[in-house]
């Protein structure tokens, strides 16, 4: 076996292809053929073996948070010839669950990308091409929601950031938070953070005093989106 030693985490670049009311999402955890940000290309069939060994061990996190448990594989499709074909029921009985799924249906209503990414390792590579992935083995798969620096901002960093933008971004990004606060499926939790944050638009980043203030994710993913 040759294994390599380190986590990988993959992005498919591909937005999901359906999401309906009753917390389903389908897409692709992976797609063959193209090369992706780490210069790698799966091989079609790449990931037979190990959905094959592990279908039922495979759980759907957000974010790659081993934390943060959101849904299981409804179905698993290693021999789509496009990639890893996913159907992936969302836990719509925990609100973790629940608010991602309204996370990535309110991002997707609203026109922005947002889709699957595995966590795994790699197994073989092509011997006459090492950037040729051969086969996997999944350990996750997650729901893309806000996996970026971004999150690591404090809620004054965010403000002066957004401040930094142009006023046409500005617009764009407190009238997609508009958006999200309108949204009645969201938990009170989240809307109450996205009323308080909503009450900071026009308020000077020196002046914001509520470092700490935790921000939903809903937040941190719209702005990645538009900074």
Same mark, same amino acid.
């Given at each position: 076996?040759?294994?390599?030693?380190?986590?990988?985490?993959?992005?498919? *670049? /591909?937005?999901?292809?359906?999401?309906?009311?009753? %917390? @389903?999402?389908?897409?692709?955890?992976?797609?063959? *053929?193209?090369?992706?940000? &780490?210069?790698? @290309?799966?091989?079609?069939?790449?990931?037979?073996?190990?959905?094959?060994?592990?279908?039922? &061990?495979?759980?759907?996190l957000r974010?790659?948070?081993?934390?943060?448990?959101?849904?299981?594989? &409804?179905?698993?499709?290693?021999?789509?010839?496009?990639?890893l %074909?996913?159907?992936?029921?969302?836990?719509?009985?925990?609100?973790? %669950?629940?608010?991602?799924?309204?996370?990535?249906?309110? #991002?997707?209503?609203?026109?922005?990308?947002?889709?699957?990414?595995i966590?795994?390792?790699?197994?073989?590579?092509?011997?006459?091409?090492?950037?040729?992935?051969?086969?996997?083995?999944? !350990?996750?798969?997650?729901v893309?929601? %806000?996996?970026?620096?971004?999150?690591?901002?404090?809620?004054?960093?965010?403000?002066?950031?957004?401040?930094? &933008?142009?006023? #046409?971004?500005?617009?764009?990004?407190?009238?997609?938070?508009?958006?999200?606060?309108?949204?009645?499926?969201?938990?009170?939790?989240?809307?109450?953070?996205? !009323?308080?944050?909503l009450? #900071?638009?026009?308020?000077?980043?020196d002046?914001?005093?509520?470092?700490?203030?935790?921000?939903?994710?809903? /937040?941190?993913?719209?702005?990645d989106?538009?900074?």
């Amino acid at each position: 076996m040759d294994m390599e030693s380190q986590f990988i985490i993959k992005k498919s *670049n /591909i937005p999901f292809d359906d999401i309906t009311e009753n %917390g @389903i999402i389908k897409g692709w955890g992976n797609v063959y *053929n193209i090369e992706d940000l &780490q210069k790698e @290309i799966s091989q079609v069939g790449s990931f037979i073996k190990t959905v094959t060994e592990k279908s039922k &061990q495979i759980k759907i996190l957000r974010d790659h948070n081993k934390s943060l448990f959101v849904g299981v594989p &409804q179905e698993l499709d290693a021999y789509d010839q496009y990639g890893l %074909g996913l159907t992936v029921k969302m836990s719509m009985n925990t609100q973790l %669950g629940k608010d991602t799924f309204e996370d990535v249906k309110f #991002l997707k209503d609203n026109g922005f990308d947002v889709g699957f990414s595995i966590g795994g390792y790699v197994m073989k590579r092509s011997k006459s091409n090492k950037k040729i992935v051969t086969e996997y083995k999944l !350990e996750e798969i997650s729901v893309l929601v %806000g996996y970026s620096p971004a999150n690591q901002l404090s809620l004054v960093d965010t403000i002066k950031s957004i401040n930094e &933008q142009s006023e #046409l971004t500005q617009q764009m990004f407190w009238e997609t938070i508009t958006k999200a606060y309108d949204n009645t499926k969201f938990s009170d939790t989240i809307l109450k953070s996205l !009323e308080l944050f909503l009450s #900071l638009e026009h308020k000077p980043a020196d002046e914001v005093t509520l470092k700490e203030e935790p921000m939903p994710k809903i /937040i941190t993913s719209i702005y990645d989106l538009f900074i």
